[in-house]
């Protein structure tokens, strides 16, 4: 079982986050279930931290003290990750899951670009 966030660690991400948009960002805290191996038939419930930016939800699991996965999605069906399961340092599992989704959001303007802050 992991322990919540710590009040030092949502300011970092609070902080990334208006570097990221220029803008304070409203973040969520909650819980959710993950099954951290395929194998593994009981999922863990892990202290969660969620925000909706430019047309796209973003996750930061805490697994433990030092051990965070994330993700970011625009439907159920259209999910990403950054393409490494897990980080040890919250700020590096932030600021790639923000580049991850900037690179993404760049590859497909042209498709389906965001509708603000652009």
């Given at each position: 079982?992991s ?7 949502l300011h ?6 208006t570097?990221?948009?220029r803008?304070?960002?409203?973040v969520?805290?909650a ?11 009981e999922?863990?419930s892990c202290p969660?931290?969620?925000w909706h930016e430019r047309d796209?939800?973003?996750v930061?699991f ?8 994330s993700?970011?999605?625009?439907s159920?069906?259209?999910q990403y ?6 980080f ?11 580049q991850?989704q900037?690179d993404h959001?760049?590859?497909h303007?042209?498709?389906?670009p965001p509708t603000?802050?652009t």
């Open positions: 079982m322990t919540d966030f710590t009040q030092t660690e970092r991400i609070r902080e990334m986050l570097q990221r948009y803008k304070e960002v409203e969520q805290l819980d959710c279930e993950l099954s951290l191996d395929m194998g593994e038939t999922p863990m969660t931290v969620f796209a939800n973003f930061v805490k697994i433990s003290p030092f051990r965070f996965r993700q970011f999605f625009y159920p069906h259209e990750g950054t393409g490494i399961d897990e040890n340092d919250l700020d590096q599992r932030v600021a790639a899951l923000l991850t900037s959001e760049r590859e303007r042209g498709m389906n603000e802050n």
